[in-house]
């Protein structure tokens, strides 16, 4: 008999979860090898192009952070891989923006898809504090000044007070650590989402499908 | 059959690899990514120390020094979360955040910037210590008026050769003395130092020196050289001819237009609260963007607009023609 089929596991809440995960995504909708034919439009590109960005950014930015703050500025690797975490936080947002104006003029929130849609804009908001922590982080002239610029917006909400955008190791914490965490996890969630529901129908499908 | 596969019924459907997609999509933004950073690399231009700003600019790091003494500066005068001036946050209406997260990175500009580092260097220079003894057994109108009065010395001042600075004469009391102490701590770098470490061994805290910088001319100079003001769009610009955070057009386009670059402004948002006010509409228009599935006519755009005809134009057309390949939904 197996574990699943045992009463006393049915009731546990591995159990439960198990099942849940059985029922709404089974290893077919996770890893699909097939989607919808209207699915082939380069708007769906978009999607993938920005979490493929987030990959080289994150990847990029553990080889900057463990070697430390310094050696992106003294040294040619530094530089190099400065500058591979620069252009593809550039691409990163340029994709995801793509993605969002996309998902948007095809109101992909459609047939109960509102929560994936409220969880990408959060991932939207959550990456640009990610990105603006990073380059208070920078260690350079634009670092300084931008840093000395925002902290006035940032005080006038009283969020001064434990958020100061003056410290270079809370900002560099924050931009290592928690903020890509909850960016990474909530794109997954995202994904996770997409793959539970399907891809929403196109507009007026009956219509012209 | 559950939801999902009632929904797909009667959708035509064709073979998809999601691993091979997503294998292809990161070759290729990778791909993206190197080319453009062997063409461009990245921006960084060297940060402004203390000891530059001395050496480069003395007349200004002076002024800045002597500000601070005299609570002029922004600094000095910029309420919560530094120190606790009077109606010195930015409110609108009842409306006073900034007064409610109260001072939790407490900065006395004259005592950190000036005062501090002068009392340090004075028990190895018996001048200075005298100075700093005269001017704090001053009145504090008594140091309000050498103060004064040294600033407007400042106007006609000229830099020597050695890189300290002549005044015209006047009565400024002990002030030249304590200034050009600081001025020389400053051009020897050891005020970076002093500024920096706040007496622990280990700190990455540049609060105090970067709001000691600030307070000056020069670094907002260099600013301005770069594009990077507030009137020039600075939030979303980089160094350089580089890309900045561009996805901040939006929130650096409201401080460009009216109530928010107006004195006069509109209903209590003006460019003295610009910065509360901006950051409410960019909350606020958030919001919004997350709840568009609940707001009607936001809503309803995408139906109007035909863009997703565009979008979708290659499936419509290949349904309509009956294309090969058609298959049903798969059982699952």
Redesign the interface.
């Known amino acids: 008999m197996s574990a699943r089929a045992d009463a006393n596991v049915d009731r546990s809440w591995t159990g439960a979860l198990a099942r849940w995960t059985d029922?709404k995504l089974?290893a077919?909708?996770l890893?699909?090898?097939?989607?919808?034919?209207?699915?082939?439009?380069w708007?769906y590109?978009f999607g993938?192009?920005t979490?493929?960005?987030l990959?080289?950014v994150v990847a990029s930015g553990v080889i900057l952070s463990f070697f430390g703050p310094q050696w992106?500025?003294v040294s040619p690797q530094g530089?190099?891989f400065?500058?591979?975490?620069?252009?593809?936080v550039?691409?990163f947002?340029a994709?995801m923006?793509l993605h969002l104006w996309?998902q948007?003029?095809?109101?992909s929130?459609?047939?109960g898809?509102?929560p994936t849609?409220?969880v990408g804009?959060?991932i939207f908001?959550i990456s640009?504090v990610t990105?603006?922590t990073g380059?208070v982080a920078?260690?350079?002239?634009?670092?300084?000044?931008?840093?000395?610029?925002?902290k006035?917006?940032i005080?006038?909400?009283?969020?001064?007070?434990?958020f100061?955008v003056?410290?270079?190791?809370?900002m560099?914490g924050l931009h290592v650590m928690m903020l890509p965490i909850f960016v990474i996890t909530l794109v997954a969630v995202h994904v996770l989402m997409v793959r539970?529901?399907?891809v929403v129908?196109?507009?007026?499908f009956e219509e012209?499908? | 059959m559950d939801a999902h596969d009632r929904y797909y019924q009667g959708v035509r459907m064709v073979p998809y690899d999601i691993v091979k997609e997503l294998t292809i999509a990161l070759v290729a933004v990778l791909a993206l990514v190197l080319g453009l950073s062997f063409a461009f690399a990245s921006p960084d231009d060297p940060p402004l120390t203390i000891h530059a700003w001395a050496k480069s600019a003395p007349v200004d790091f002076v002024t800045t020094a002597t500000g601070e003494l005299a609570g002029s500066t922004t600094t000095a005068g910029y309420g919560a979360p530094y120190n606790d001036t009077a109606d010195a946050a930015q409110t609108w209406g009842p409306l006073a955040p900034q007064t409610w997260g109260g001072v939790h990175q407490p900065v006395d500009a004259a005592q950190e910037f000036v005062l501090g580092p002068l009392s340090t260097s004075s028990t190895s220079d018996p001048a200075l210590a005298t100075a700093l003894s005269q001017y704090s057994g001053a009145t504090q109108d008594q140091q309000g008026k050498w103060l004064d009065a040294y600033t407007k010395g400042l106007d006609k001042a000229q830099v020597d050769g050695s890189g300290g600075i002549t005044v015209p004469s006047g009565d400024y009391g002990p002030v030249p003395v304590m200034s050009s102490s600081l001025l020389r701590l400053a051009q020897s770098g050891a005020l970076d130092g002093m500024l920096q470490d706040a007496g622990h061994f280990y700190n990455t805290d540049y609060t105090r020196s970067l709001l000691f910088m600030g307070d000056g001319s020069l670094l907002e100079s260099m600013a301005g050289d770069q594009h990077l003001l507030g009137n020039q769009w600075g939030m979303m610009n980089e160094t350089g001819s580089f890309p900045g955070q561009s996805w901040l057009w939006l929130y650096t386009f409201w401080y460009q237009v009216w109530p928010f670059n107006s004195d006069a402004g509109f209903l209590g948002l003006n460019a003295g609260n610009a910065d509360l006010g901006v950051v409410l509409i960019m909350g606020l228009l958030t919001t919004l963007l997350a709840l568009i599935p609940f707001i009607p006519g936001l809503r309803d755009i995408p139906r109007w607009v035909p863009v997703h005809r565009l979008i979708w134009r290659q499936s419509a057309k290949q349904r309509r023609t009956g294309a090969p390949g058609a298959a049903p939904v798969r059982a699952s």
């Not at chain 1, 699909?32 to 082939?40: E, L, S, W």
């Not at chain 1, 400065?82 to 593809?88: E, M, R, Y």
């Not at chain 1, 920078?138 to 925002?150: G, K, V």
């Open positions: 029922r089974p077919d909708r890893f699909p090898d097939r989607q919808p034919a209207y699915v082939g439009s708007v590109v993938v192009c979490i493929a960005a990959m080289i992106w500025h530089r190099f400065n500058s591979l975490h620069f252009w593809s550039q691409l947002f994709f923006v996309g948007y003029f095809m109101a929130w459609r047939d898809r509102a849609w409220m804009v959060t908001a640009i990105a603006f380059y920078q260690q350079n002239l634009d670092s300084q000044w931008i840093a000395l610029n925002a006035d917006a005080n006038s909400t009283g969020a001064g007070a434990f100061n003056l410290n270079f190791g809370q560099y539970i529901k399907g129908k196109p507009i007026d012209t499908h």
